[in-house]
């Protein structure tokens, strides 16, 4: 308790305060700049962190961990790009609700969900850092499988109206996945000979092509007026968040945080699909689950809690083994190395105040957030008044700037404007995005842990249902996708008998 | 209101060219005024990762010895080829080098990468890490021979894992195998990283990971991991009391050295002052200090040795994949 208190005490410095709400600023920025993923904002702080003592430098770094996570939700709202790989999910329904005049409700929405996501994920990390850290070591490859095809199955609940539609989606989300070389025997598959193609697709040139592209094309179609439109205003009371909002969801927050932080312990799994599977859960939870993706808060609160509270989840590992829970976690352990803290088994024993001090750092970044996010969500609301045609071709250029940037790469933005292409013409025949989206983000991690779980049994499937955990998560898949195949035959039913009166 | 938000999204745009660095046009005539502008240093791995922090290494001391400063680009993917072809393309004026591993000489042979072993020369080593094979501490083997021993008893049960096919711990991992004799009767489980192989080891979904040492340094102390050899001709400071493949009797010696690379064609005055450049930094005591705490152990060669280090090393690597049937 005493080194808690010193560390805490520590903490309460004008150098340490002001490091924490310039990398919350610094990473709201660079979460809402497409191509400026969470852990380059992280990678582009590390030279600087470098000079300065190291709780400085950990308070810099977790505030903009927090601030990218929540950064990256802007521009899904705003202009239905996501900022980051993470804030995917939340274009749904934020830029719905955005098309609807009331993107500052939005915005707070995600600043609020981010917040208690966050708080939620400090919380699970405090608390529980020592019993979750063996949950990283149960899971070996047929639980990651397990915990995939899981998250396949939730597919079926966002496919929207026409189930099958949304299978094809999916499918061609899955073979999107596979483009590139394969994890385990390294053959190379629909390359074209083209080495770019070498590790297959990047995600931001999908995410970016099908959402923001995609709805970039969609609005030339509707014609001229419709660009120079302005934008209504609705009444302040329409585009704030009320009391009353938050709490009601309060629960699908708390929740999706929850859930958000136990797949942040798991290493390698990442963001996006926390936040899929947070927004699917959330939908099929909820008593109006028609309404996602037509504009609606509780579409941005399950990706947004869960995308933050993904941070404490992956520092269990990263901090306990030593093992990074995510790519911003992997550089996080660079720069505390760096500063002399060694992140593994031992930090606990030896240098438990470096310990506190993360706790704190993460603490105090989520407040920080909640700060700068209050003071900066009237001004980026704002950005939705511009007009179309001005704001569209801005767009357009911050989509290919963000893909290039991830790898300096311009392959990866030709590729966004393929993306974009494809994406329009599914959203005109009616397939929905979100199964092609979640199906390729999850392919690649669903392919790679049954090839080693196969390995491993000597190719004997009987793997997956001799460990406990992958049978229980495996079964429970099953009975997910056959109960919403049930809903939804039963809802065409209502539909064909509404439609023969 | 509206001019100020316009202004805002411009300058939105400008930071996301600002950030995105890369192109730097090429306008400079070579000539001994050598360098007029930043040098650009691309690395072929993510930002943040651990070639991208060991290229970084180098930098502090740029503006001192090289007159000007050297600036760091990460062009990801293919196991470090995106970033080998870009250089490989690039205008050999001695602007643009490459911050490359043994997974230079690996993609050589194992990719069908564009360019050739003769589009690079070798400026100066830079670091020399030697990769050690790790078992979680409770493994009824506590050294090659041992390991060798229990795989014979056990045919198809012991099971490896390394950070990716065709990453230079790939190739290492499978070096250190075939020495032993071992790698037809066991499992090989890649993973994509050290980490994730790590926890599959400590939660026994695979016997044993091939990493830096550095990724186990801690694992070992606490009592988590224990080190079976390690593939390097002497024995390595993290793991004084660890023997090395050789010292038991295996002939996997193989380690990873990375360094700085330029465009083949860039011209000979230019390879000299960049040569002279890199000894003074490599050997400054200060990238010592830096490169030994970051578990990246400095090792000096000079542009004359280092070239035939790597042309050394491009033929061995074919060899060693021909004899592991990898190509």
């Given at each position: 308790m005493g080194i808690l208190l010193n560390s805490f005490t520590n903490f309460l410095s004008f150098q340490v305060i002001s490091a924490l709400f310039i990398g919350v600023a610094f990473g709201i920025l660079g979460g809402a700049l497409p191509g400026i993923s969470p852990s380059m904002t992280i990678a582009l702080l590390l030279p600087i962190s470098l000079y300065l003592p190291a709780d400085v430098a950990i308070a810099m770094m977790m505030g903009s961990y927090q601030g990218s996570m929540f950064g990256g939700s802007i521009s899904a709202i705003l202009i239905n790009t996501p900022g980051t790989a993470s804030a995917a999910a939340t274009t749904l329904d934020g830029y719905q609700m955005a098309l609807k005049g009331q993107s500052g409700k939005a915005l707070h929405m995600a600043l609020y969900a981010s917040v208690t996501g966050g708080m939620v994920g400090v919380i699970i990390l405090l608390v529980m850092a020592k019993p979750l850290s063996m949950v990283t070591l149960k899971f070996g490859p047929p639980e990651y499988f397990g915990l995939m095809v899981l998250s396949l199955s939730l597919?079926?609940?966002?496919?929207?109206?026409?189930?099958?539609?949304?299978?094809?989606?999916?499918?061609?989300?899955?073979?999107?996945?596979?483009?590139?070389m394969d994890p385990i025997y390294g053959t190379k598959r629909f390359t074209f000979g083209n080495i770019n193609l070498g590790d297959g697709v990047q995600t931001l040139s999908i995410f970016i092509g099908v959402f923001a592209l995609a709805e970039i094309l969609s609005q030339l179609t509707k014609g001229k007026e419709e660009l120079t439109r302005k934008e209504e205003t609705?009444?302040?009371?329409?585009?704030t968040l009320t009391f009353k909002e938050y709490f009601g969801n309060l629960w699908t927050i708390i929740k999706s945080g929850v859930i958000g932080a136990l797949i942040g312990v798991l290493p390698g799994i990442g963001g996006s699909t926390a936040c899929f599977i947070a927004y699917a859960e959330a939908q099929r939870n909820s008593d109006h689950p028609e309404k996602f993706g037509t504009g609606i808060i509780e579409g941005i609160a399950a990706p947004e809690a869960a995308n933050n509270a993904v941070a404490g989840g992956a520092l269990v590992p990263t901090l306990t083994f030593g093992i990074p829970g995510d790519v911003v976690t992997a550089i996080l352990v660079g720069a505390l190395i760096a500063h002399g803290i060694k992140p593994g088994p031992l930090l606990f024993t030896d240098d438990i105040g470096s310990v506190y001090t993360i706790y704190i750092a993460m603490f105090f970044a989520v407040v920080a957030l909640l700060v700068v996010g209050k003071l900066g969500v009237p001004l980026f609301a704002k950005i939705i008044n511009l007009r179309k045609s001005?704001?569209?071709?801005?767009?357009?250029?911050?989509?290919?700037?963000?893909?290039?940037?991830?790898?300096?790469?311009?392959?990866?933005?030709?590729?966004?404007?393929?993306?974009?292409?494809?994406?329009?013409?599914?959203?005109?025949?009616?397939?929905?995005?979100?199964?092609?989206?979640?199906?390729?983000?999850?392919?690649?991690?669903?392919?790679?842990n049954l090839k080693r779980s196969l390995i491993l049994s000597d190719g004997s499937m009987s793997i997956f249902f001799t460990r406990p955990i992958s049978a229980i998560l495996i079964l429970v898949a099953l009975t997910m996708a056959v109960l919403m195949l049930v809903r939804n035959y039963k809802d065409q039913k209502k539909e064909e008998a509404k439609s023969t009166e | 209101m509206k001019k100020l938000l316009a202004v805002l999204m411009i300058a939105m745009v400008a930071i996301g060219f600002l950030t995105a660095g890369g192109a730097t046009e090429s306008t400079a005539k070579?000539?001994?005024?050598?360098?007029?502008?930043?040098?650009?240093?691309?690395?072929?791995?993510?930002?943040?990762?651990?070639?991208?922090?060991?290229?970084?290494?180098?930098?502090?001391?740029?503006?001192?010895?090289?007159?000007?400063?050297?600036?760091?680009?990460?062009?990801p993917g293919a196991g470090g080829a995106i970033g080998a072809t870009y250089v490989a393309d690039s205008k050999p004026d001695g602007y643009t080098l490459?911050?490359?591993?043994?997974?230079?000489?690996?993609?050589?042979?194992?990719?069908?990468?564009?360019?050739?072993?003769?589009?690079?020369?070798?400026?100066?080593?830079?670091?020399?890490?030697?990769?050690?094979?790790?078992?979680?501490?409770?493994?009824p083997y506590n050294n090659a021979a041992e390991l060798i021993a229990w795989t014979k008893a056990h045919p198809g049960q012991f099971s490896w894992s390394h950070p990716g096919v065709g990453s230079t711990l790939h190739v290492l991992g499978a070096d250190m195998m075939f020495r032993m004799g071992i790698i037809d009767t066991i499992k090989e489980v890649p993973f994509s990283g050290t980490g994730e192989g790590t926890a599959a080891v400590l939660g026994g979904h695979v016997n044993s990971v091939v990493g830096f040492p550095t990724s186990f340094m801690d694992q070992v102390a606490a009592g988590k991991m224990k080190i079976l050899g390690?593939?390097?001709?002497?024995?390595?400071?993290?793991?004084?009391?660890?023997?090395?493949?050789?010292?038991?009797?295996?002939?996997?010696?193989?380690?990873?050295?990375?360094?700085?690379?330029?465009?083949?064609?860039?011209?000979?005055?230019?390879?000299?002052?960049?040569?002279?450049?890199?000894?003074?930094?490599?050997?400054?005591?200060?990238?010592?200090?830096?490169?030994?705490?970051?578990?990246?152990?400095?090792?000096?060669?000079?542009?004359?040795?280092?070239?035939?280090?790597?042309?050394d090393q491009c033929n061995m690597i074919e060899e060693l994949l021909i004899t592991l049937g990898l190509i």
């Open positions: 597919i079926a609940g966002i496919s929207g109206k026409s189930f099958t539609r949304g299978l094809i989606s999916a499918c061609l989300g899955l073979l999107m996945a596979t483009v590139g609705l009444s302040l009371e329409q585009n001005t704001l569209l071709p801005m767009i357009f250029i911050i989509c290919v700037v963000g893909t290039y940037s991830t790898r300096t790469n311009l392959f990866d933005a030709a590729s966004m404007l393929f993306f974009g292409a494809l994406g329009f013409i599914l959203r005109k025949n009616k397939f929905p995005i979100p199964p092609f989206v979640i199906a390729f983000v999850i392919g690649a991690q669903l392919e790679s | 070579t000539t001994i005024d050598f360098p007029t502008k930043p040098v650009e240093l691309i690395v072929g791995f993510a930002a943040g990762g651990g070639t991208h922090i060991a290229a970084e290494l180098l930098s502090p001391e740029a503006t001192e010895f090289l007159g000007k400063p050297l600036q760091i680009t990460t062009k490459l911050y490359a591993t043994m997974s230079l000489p690996i993609s050589l042979y194992m990719d069908s990468v564009d360019f050739k072993k003769d589009d690079f020369v070798g400026i100066a080593c830079a670091s020399n890490v030697a990769p050690v094979l790790a078992v979680r501490a409770d493994a390690v593939s390097s001709p002497q024995r390595i400071a993290e793991f004084p009391n660890v023997p090395t493949f050789l010292e038991q009797g295996y002939k996997a010696v193989l380690t990873s050295t990375r360094g700085v690379f330029a465009p083949a064609d860039t011209p000979k005055e230019v390879l000299d002052i960049l040569d002279k450049a890199f000894e003074k930094i490599i050997n400054s005591e200060s990238y010592k200090q830096r490169g030994t705490a970051i578990g990246e152990p400095p090792m000096y060669a000079n542009a004359r040795d280092f070239n035939q280090m790597y042309q």
